[in-house]
Every structure is written in structure tokens, then in C-alpha cells.
């Protein structure tokens, strides 16, 4: 079907070409780490321009809200092949895959803070954080497996993707928005599990990276 008359292209195309422009905008943020190294920074932003940006988005958000950190977190177990870091990977790179032990799936596992030590690292091992902001530059190895930990008793026991730790004064927020991906908004206060400007933000955010919208 043509366009409105005087239109360069079809409305089917400039559909199409939106979609791809929200998708490319997605995986950006998935990519951060290698696209926003100092090297590519300037290319990058003049690649970019036109698409939605989920990291400033995500941010603004961090500095607004006061957050301690926002993260967004790779669930890698069910990955055909072994997680070999951020950027793409010659096949050369990836030849050691064939000896490499995929690791057990979350569907083996169950979720239960009484665990040992030994057990919870290696489940926190089946995790990769693909983007962090906050006031470390690496998420804590303990905030991280204290929020798979989490998310596996979102995906599992249908539980809230919200916690308020009393002990350690810190209230953990999840968004699920992809299969293997998810955000972890973290504070080192109280905060309500209905807290509107937070959950009004997990809502855009989550319903932007599902293209929910085009």
C-alpha cells in the first residue's frame, strides 16, 4: 500500500524503520560497555542520536531518585553458549566452548536465603551485569547475589520484585522486562514498595525496553 501522497516512503516502511530504531535503542544499552568505551564515544553518539537513550534515561533516574545503584543484570544460564564477556567474539575466541560446562539451568534450582555460602556464590555465578551506574563502579558481590537471589523467587515463587531488608536498611527494586534480562534499582534506605516516582519510572522503562509502544 502506497503512502499519503507526497510521502518518500510507505507508512508500512516507516513502521518497520521505527521499529528497528526502538529494538537498536534496546540492545544499545544491553552493549554499553563496549559501545561506550572513550575510543567510541564520539561515533557512537552521532550513530545514536535518533534512538531512545536508555542509559541517560537510566541515569537521570539514579541522580533524581537518590539510588544507591541501577543495574541491569544477564541471566546466563540458559545460554547456548558460555558468556564470554561484553563486545562480539571471534570464533577463535569461543573455541574453548566445546569443554566448557553450560551451567545448570534455574529451573534445577530453588531459592532460599538460609543457603551456604558456597551454593550462593555459585549461583550468583549464573549472572552477569551487562550495566551498572552507582556509587561503586562494580555492583558488590553481595548486593548481587542478594538480588538473584531475588529475582529467582520473582521467577519461581511468584514473589514481589521488591524487598526491604530491615537488617542492612536496603530496599531492593526488580523489573523484569526480558527473558534473560532484568533491572535491579537499589537503595540504602526505606523505601515504599508502591514508592510512586519509582515505580512510575520502572513502568516506562519496562514498557519502552518490551517496544510496547510503536
Known amino acids: 500500500q502506497e503512502g499519503n501522497q507526497g510521502d518518500e516512503f510507505p507508512e508500512l516502511y516507516k513502521w ?26 564520539r561515533a557512537l553518539k552521532s550513530t545514536t542520536a535518533a534512538l531512545v537513550d536508555h542509559r541517560t534515561k537510566l541515569i537521570e533516574f539514579y541522580k533524581k531518585s537518590k539510588a544507591a ?13 558460555p558468556f564470554q564477556g561484553h563486545g562480539c567474539k571471534l ?45 561503586e563502579e562494580t555492583l558488590d558481590e553481595t548486593v548481587k547475589s542478594d538480588v538473584v537471589y531475588i529475582f529467582s523467587d520473582v521467577v519461581h515463587k ?41 515505580v512510575k519510572f520502572l513502568e516506562e522503562f519496562r514498557n519502552s525496553m518490551n517496544v510496547s509502544k510503536v
Do not use: C, W
Open 91 to 135: 570464533p577463535s575466541e569461543q573455541a574453548y566452548r566445546f569443554t566448557t560446562k553450560t551451567p545448570d539451568s534455574l529451573s534445577s534450582s530453588y531459592s532460599s536465603y538460609d543457603r551456604d555460602v558456597t551454593e550462593r556464590h555459585g549461583y550468583k555465578d549464573k549472572f552477569e551485569v551487562i550495566f551498572h551506574h552507582g556509587r
Open 158 to 198: 511468584n514473589s514481589k520484585p521488591y524487598l526491604y531488608d530491615h537488617s542492612k536498611n536496603r530496599t531492593y527494586f526488580l523489573s523484569l522486562f526480558d527473558v534473560n534480562v532484568f533491572l535491579a534499582v537499589l537503595y540504602n534506605t526505606r523505601k515504599a514498595e508502591k514508592d510512586g516516582e519509582v
Open 69 to 81: 545503584s541501577v543495574s541491569l543484570i544477564l541471566n546466563i544460564s540458559s545460554m547456548e553458549r
Open 16 to 41: 518497520f524503520y521505527k521499529v528497528y530504531e526502538l529494538l537498536l535503542s534496546k540492545y544499545t544499552i544491553y552493549f554499553s560497555k563496549t559501545l561506550f568505551l572513550d575510543n567510541n564515544k
